[in-house]
């Protein structure tokens, strides 16, 4: 194992001493030296920029149309304060809301079906009846959705309400959701709608609904005007009946005298 280690350690650098000969006599070294390129590392001059130096950019105007006209300023002019004014709803109270019973809410639901029934059937209709979510708190009204795809546009839109006085509110349609959403707080705030009432949406335009309002609780002032009117048929009655009596005691009484 020795031998042939010293052995291959001497063919080793015999072939080494070689190899370095034959790169002398070529000159291997120097003309690697000769083809290295050489590089003059001198430092760039920098330029000084003023702090406060402002450059004018123009636009190249390359249509012979616009040569002769002036460069068009893109400079920030300050935009003139906005002149409409934002309409402002009091926050209803959370704590009071109305609830409607069964039968109110019923009783609305018939009374906009009958309204329905007589509307111009030539414009589609459809009958909403309002719950919480729509009158409080979120305001947001879901419209039915076969009528959506049928009858209102398949993008976003801009929806104009009209009560029976003639008032517009602008509403904003979510196609994707079919309802309103932007505008109809307003609306639902102005008209005072609660819980129970019933709506007539009456489509007079591809963007324009004629909205009917059927309120829950007529069914109580009807009910109160009722009894109010039966205590008062009541009382001419007994009144009469009193008046009555009187006569007879007085005629009674004339006979004995």
Known sequence: MVESKLTYEECRRQRLE???????ELNLAKLSHSLKPTHNHKPFPIKKRGRNAQVEAEQ???SSRVANKPPPNYKDDALEPLLTRRRSYQPRNLLNRVYASDKERAYAI?????LQSGLDSQYPSFVKPMLQSHVTGCFWLGLP?????????????TITLVDEEGNASPTKYLAHKTGLSGGWRGFSMVHELVDGDALVFHLVNPTTFKVYIIRAYELEDNEDKEDN???NEDSDVTQLSRSAKRTRGNAVKDAFQ
């Not at 018939?110 to 009958?114: I, L, S, V, Y």
């Open 18 to 24: 070689e190899n370095k000969k034959r790169m002398e």
């Open 60 to 62: 190249v105007r390359r």
């Open 110 to 114: 018939e009374r906009a079906e009958e």
């Open 145 to 157: 959705v076969y009528f959506c795809k049928n009858h209102l546009p398949p993008h976003d839109e």
């Open 229 to 231: 009117k039966d205590k």
